[in-house]
């Protein structure tokens, strides 16, 4: 079983920057994928980006690469999402979720509650 939390969200002006943190108290978390999704009011959960076990894999959406960076510090059992650039289209509740499986689909093994992220203009 893997438990994640995430945290780091909050209210931030178009052009600024968030970190978000994903914390897993699983022991195996280092083995398995991690991805985050993001859900805007009224659409459907979108792929943000993913990161395989090791670090040395990662994939962006189109609409964030360049903006995002995802990373993961497997000693600490967390991974990261540095938002830069932000804009207002951004604005979601972001969530990560862990699969043994590198995917772009939501269908994810276990997922976290999630963390708003808004952006203003």
């Known amino acids: 079983q893997v438990q994640l939390v995430e945290s780091g969200g909050g209210l931030v002006q178009a052009g600024g920057s968030l970190r978000l943190s994903c914390a897993s108290s699983?022991?195996?978390?280092?083995?398995?994928?991690v991805g985050w999704f993001r859900q805007a009011a009224g659409k459907e959960r979108e792929f943000v980006a993913a990161?395989?076990?090791?670090?040395?894999?990662?994939q962006y959406s189109d609409s964030v690469k360049g903006r995002f960076t995802i990373s993961r510090d497997n000693a600490k059992n967390r991974v990261y999402l540095q938002m830069n650039s932000l804009k207002p289209e951004d604005t979601a509740v972001y969530y990560c979720?862990?699969?043994?499986?590198?995917?772009?689909?939501?269908?994810?093994?276990?997922w976290g509650q999630g963390t708003q992220v808004t952006v203003s203009s």
């Open positions: 990161i395989s076990p090791s670090g040395g894999v990662t």
């Open positions: 699983g022991r195996t978390f280092s083995s398995y994928v």
């Open positions: 979720a862990a699969d043994r499986i590198f995917r772009t689909r939501d269908l994810y093994d276990y």
